[in-house]
């Protein structure tokens, strides 16, 4: 994963800044309407996607021009026979060239440049960038590099949905917003799972979950997913036609128990795989070798893994997405259990050499790849194991692929929502949260930062853990506010105050004896004793204060003071009609804000 740069600031750019218009918020039913096109856009963007790949995929492989392509199904060996293995060179080459050219941002696996994007870059995301990552994941995986389809579509729908919202001279939190729905609604039309692509929104991307944020995530997933089934069908990604768990199917104690063995070792496996393509791209980064030189080296033993497996078991495999490989597990067509797990180790190597070289494409098929294999495999053994306890290696398959999505990218819901909308087998939702659960805490216990945040991360650019934990944000304003405060006439002079009050903790209020007017920090003035025998209160005494009634939330109360560019809010009792002095009970500063926010966290 590369993030680029910011560029250097220019004075012309400084001027053009100055010069921009101010920036508006507009109401939730405008964000809806505009959600609704950043939805149609990512539907069609998917659509095309997808016939770019399989144009260039059979190009690539076969020499012939053609947009017919089932990713599901396994395609005849090339017709370059062992001059198989440039093909992801050369596309390797030009994916170099692409990025390095016009791009930075387009290389690696799209979510975490995303992210970069929301928490450091206000949600600007370059509209060349939606181009650039479509040719060049396009030719990555046409050429066989082993991503996915996801993380290109998610950097292309937050591409346009910031562009959009930049066109528009949105505020921050609407731009993120549509940045957001963009993301939600390109993984909602790549694998027709419009509920995932709102989850994926919600748990990876949007800093708040709130009804202004959630809204208009859901419009637009729910438009591209439309559009995309108009025009592609509504059949789901993977086709699930065996009676692992019959419908009305108890789930029992062995499966349950298997289940929850794979979850370990789902998260011990999602461990490996943050650990790996870490390893992988710092090896790379860190090499000093020529970024052309590298993508040759890592992109030949790529092809050369991808050509052996072909030698040995009939098929490339670990090939671009490799979804025929997950259908063949779920259809029951590969039963050993050795076999599958050189497919997931493969994966592995594959996947983390290919990223690391260079590749442009997302991390959630080998994901989906790596859990298939490695599932299927424990389910051979448990059924070897345990005969007669309903265990099959392909319900097991799908077990595997929902924790080790969950348990690479900490998405649990996303994991959870996806497989079933993926596969629409519910019953197995219950042994699937199960795994997906400790999948994750396995993983979390090995390492906080997940397949998306690691780099981000090591690169000194973290993103929070718990993004959507504002929960001390509904403490009502009277268990925060500051207490030790008094009331004073504004006539009062400087001097006579200082010698009621201790000038580094109590907070004073001023009134002209009906109305508040002002309030006054002492530790926060410099003291000057001539100035202040001059002064009065009234003269020293900031008025940029908001009245908030001990009953209102803090969002509340935050919210208003940063509409109305007020540092700090006095608290009064829930009275009617204008507040008096004597009805103050409080002060809320930044002071107390930031206090709330650690003990939330820390206790």
């Given at each position: ?436 659960a400790l999948a994750i ?13 690691i780099k981000l991360r090591n ?145």
């Amino acid at each position: 994963m590369s993030v680029a740069n910011p560029p250097a600031t220019s004075a012309a750019t400084v001027a053009s800044e100055a010069e921009a218009p101010p920036e508006r918020e507009v109401t939730l039913k405008v964000m809806l309407l505009l959600s609704l096109v950043v939805g149609i856009v990512a539907g069609i963007g998917a659509i095309f996607f997808k016939y770019l790949i399989a144009f260039i995929y059979n190009l690539a492989f076969y020499g012939i021009f053609s947009l017919r392509l089932d990713p599901n199904v396994y395609g005849p060996a090339s017709s370059w026979g062992a001059g198989i293995v440039l093909v992801p060179v050369i596309g390797g080459l030009v994916v170099v060239w692409l990025v390095r050219s016009f791009a930075p941002e387009a290389k690696g696996h799209g979510v975490p440049e995303v992210m970069f994007a929301i928490y450091h870059q206000n949600g600007n995301v370059r509209g060349v960038v939606a181009a650039v990552k479509s040719l060049a994941s396009a030719i990555s995986i046409g050429t066989g590099a082993s991503v996915g389809r996801e993380g290109p579509i998610i950097q292309i729908g937050s591409s346009f949905g910031s562009t959009f919202a930049r066109a528009l001279n949105l505020v921050q939190h609407q731009k993120i917003t549509l940045l957001s729905a963009g993301a939600g609604a390109g993984i909602a039309a790549t694998f027709n799972t419009p509920l995932g692509g709102v989850l994926f929104a919600s748990e990876v991307l949007l800093p708040e979950v709130s009804t202004r944020t959630f809204l208009p995530v859901v419009v637009a997933t729910a438009t591209s997913t439309y559009v995309y089934r108009a025009v592609m069908g509504v059949e789901s990604a993977f086709v699930v036609a065996f009676d692992g768990l019959a419908q009305g199917h108890l789930v029992n104690g062995a499966e349950l128990l298997l289940a929850a063995a794979l979850g370990v070792l789902m998260g011990l496996a999602a461990w490996a795989f943050v650990k790996v393509l870490a390893w992988a791209e710092d090896v790379f980064e860190d090499s000093g070798i020529n970024p052309y030189l590298q993508n040759i080296l890592g992109m030949f033993a790529v092809g050369l893994l991808g050509y052996g497996f072909m030698l040995f078991s009939g098929h490339y495999h670990v090939y671009s997405v490799g979804y025929s490989t997950i259908q063949d597990v779920l259809n029951g067509g590969i039963t050993g259990a050795g076999l599958l797990l050189v497919l997931f180790a493969g994966k592995l190597v594959a996947t983390c050499v290919s990223l690391g070289a260079g590749a442009s494409g997302g991390i959630f098929s080998p994901s989906l790849f790596m859990g298939a294999t490695l599932g299927g495999a424990v389910g051979v053994i448990g059924e070897y194991l345990l005969p007669g306890a309903g265990i099959t290696p392909q319900t097991f398959a799908i077990l595997g692929m929902g924790a080790m999505v969950g348990g690479a990218t900490s998405a649990a819901m996303t994991a959870i929502v996806m497989i079933f909308e993926m596969t629409r087998d519910y019953e197995i939702i219950l042994p699937l949260v199960l795994a997906v659960a400790l999948a994750i805490g396995v993983r979390r216990a090995l390492t906080t930062a997940d397949i998306y945040t690691i780099k981000l991360r090591n690169r000194g650019k973290p993103i929070p853990t718990d993004r959507t934990t504002n929960m001390f944000l509904v403490r009502q304003a009277s268990e925060v506010m500051y207490r030790d405060f008094v009331v004073l006439p504004g006539s009062m002079t400087v001097t006579d105050a200082l010698k009621q009050v201790e000038v580094h903790k109590t907070r004073v209020i001023t009134t002209d004896g009906t109305r508040i007017t002002g309030y006054v920090r002492f530790g926060t003035i410099p003291y000057q004793a001539d100035r202040f025998a001059r002064q009065t209160l009234g003269d020293i005494a900031s008025s940029e204060f908001i009245i908030a009634s001990n009953a209102s939330n803090l969002n509340t109360v935050v919210t208003r003071m940063n509409r109305r560019n007020r540092t700090y809010a006095i608290v009064v009792r829930d009275t009617r009609g204008l507040p008096r002095p004597e009805d103050i009970v409080g002060i809320i500063g930044r002071e107390e804000i930031a206090n709330a926010l650690v003990r939330n966290h820390y206790g």
